[in-house]
């Protein structure tokens, strides 16, 4: 068992290290190029200050939201439940929109939380074929370039140490952006489920507001 958890170095001659995997831009537009076969997290770094003072009031009074069903249902259940929290509201109901646009799926599942467990410390991919995530307060989602991984490691659940070839590589979305993953379920031949995990926040006090969505193919509920 220790040989298979064992670190793996970088051959030159492995062409699949090459690829990069990721694409992290302003526009909201270029989240739509997670659909490359090479891509599998698609990133819009973006300002939320205008969002602050109902981001802290929701952070404080803690919240956990969750819907499921269509798209336009949960709109409805959103506009109910965050009434008090208009600028929130027209966010989440707009990056709802925004992931039926791209995933033109039939049915979602929405969670709007605040965080302060460390939910998934392992570097892992999620057994789903898409899902969108935006941590509005506190540190963002970790995750690993291609050639930053060790997927025997991944595969055979060893510890991050292991699956992680450099530490000092090891990237983190921004506070407000909007981040797409790909899981093992993606419908498209030849692409990799991205390799991520939740920051680490429960001994230092911090606490996140995260939104999470998915189609209703996802099967892990972990993030």
Known sequence: ??????????????????????????????????????????????????????????????????????AQSIVKDIENELEEYPLIKNDVISLLKLFKEITKSNGYRILLATINSNMCRKFHTDINDLRMLCTYKGPGTLWLSENNINRKALENRCENNNIVLDENKIKQAKTGSVVLLKGALYPKEGTNAIVHRSPTIEESGKKRLLLRIDTNEFLNFLQ
């Open 1 to 70: 068992m220790q040989q298979s958890c064992s670190k793996r170095t970088k051959s030159p001659m492995d062409q699949s290290l090459k690829i990069k995997n990721w694409i992290v831009e302003d526009s909201p537009s270029k989240l739509h190029q997670i659909d490359n076969t090479e891509i599998n997290i698609a990133i819009q770094n973006r300002d939320i200050t205008h969002l602050s003072d109902e981001i802290d009031t929701l952070l404080n009074n803690g919240v956990e939201i969750r819907f499921k069903g269509d």
